[in-house]
């Protein structure tokens, strides 16, 4: 993790496919954004006018399969973990996300169409220091079998994903991640989403997975992976389970320096742990630069827990 300068996007690019669960049509604008903008979601095409939406955990509305954001008036953007798991994976800090459709598009069903816009578009590094939320102490979230916690760690960014599933085919897998864009890139970025067989009935009923194909997710049954294709890595479902993480803990507003632990989670769980650490003013700080490099050095701390423009402990965590 590099700690010096803010980044954002050279230029635009921009990415159509459908949403996996809506299966509406939409195309997506990636571009620059100013100093200390973080990502911003701009919902174009509704009456007539555009409507923002920061990429906080404060704007999350919904989390089942997905996670939804949105304001006042209602849901915005759904299914916003991939393209925010590409930015912060590969080191962007502030950019605009323009979208012309209720719902991210899936694409393969990975964050790779997403880091190769942001290849398109190039990264530009920009005046002000790069800014973290530091974990100062442990905060941890159980609910039934599954739990998370985000706990103080002196290098970076660590993620360590365990999933464990009834479906022999997966089964339990495990996969640990110290963030850097090449390993994003090499890891990370690839892995698709994944489903069983036997849930598609019961999530179309739901008004789910409308736009699922072999194209976008890999899919199991009782006894194989459906796709022709194979796997694009053994343990591809806890990779991807590691991108949805990154994504996720994205809308902290700013990059963590800490470590995240997940045991049978998903986006309900990342942000419950999120606003659970957000909530506790003493389990985190703001720290900036090359101060931010090692926990053990002298930490320079900014403002008062202000997080994209915004008093990130305003609120308290979300558990259900």
């Known amino acids: 993790m590099k700690f010096s300068r803010q980044t954002t996007l050279r230029a635009q690019a921009t990415v159509a496919g ?14 620059p954004a100013p100093i200390d903008a973080g990502f911003i979601f701009v919902r174009t095409g509704l009456d007539g006018c555009d409507r923002e939406v920061q990429a906080t955990a ?4 919904a989390t089942d399969f997905q996670t939804v954001l ?15 798991a590409a930015l912060r994976g590969m080191g962007v800090d502030n950019a605009t996300i323009e979208i012309d459709g209720p719902e991210v598009p899936i694409m393969d069903g990975s964050a790779a169409p997403f880091v190769a816009a942001i290849d398109q578009a190039g990264i530009a590094t920009q005046s002000a220091q790069r800014r973290f939320i530091q974990v100062l102490k442990p905060v941890s979230v159980a609910t039934g079998d599954s739990f998370g916690e985000l706990r103080p760690y002196a290098n970076g960014f660590r993620t360590e994903i365990e999933i464990n599933f009834a479906n022999p085919v997966i089964g339990r897998q495990s996969y640990a991640l110290d963030l850097s864009p090449e390993r994003f890139r090499r890891e990370i970025a690839r892995a698709r989403t994944f489903g069983l067989m036997c849930d598609q009935a019961r999530l179309w009923g739901a008004g789910y997975a ?11 049954d ?32 700013l990059p963590l320096l800490g470590a995240y632990r997940s045991v049978r989670g998903g986006h309900k769980l990342n942000h419950a742990v999120l606003t659970a650490l957000l909530a506790d003013r003493t389990a985190w700080r703001v720290v900036e630069g090359e101060a931010a490099r090692r926990t053990t050095r002298p930490v320079v701390e900014v403002g008062s827990g202000i997080v994209g423009g915004r008093i990130a402990a ?5 558990v259900s």
Not at 314 to 318: C, I
Request: some cysteine; charged content about 20%; proline content about 5%.
């Open 18 to 31: 459908v949403g996996v669960h809506s299966g509406l049509p939409v195309t997506v604008t990636l571009g």
């Open 58 to 61: 404060e704007q999350v509305v």
């Open 70 to 84: 949105g304001d006042s008036k209602g849901p915005l953007v759904s299914t916003a973990e991939h393209v925010l």
């Open 210 to 220: 409308r736009g699922a194909s072999f194209d976008n997710t890999v899919v199991f």
């Open 222 to 253: 009782d006894e194989r992976l459906l796709n022709p294709e194979g796997l694009r890595y053994a343990d591809e479902c806890a990779r991807h389970k590691v991108l949805d993480a990154i994504g996720d803990l994205a809308l902290a507003g």
């Open 314 to 318: 305003a609120y308290g965590p979300d």
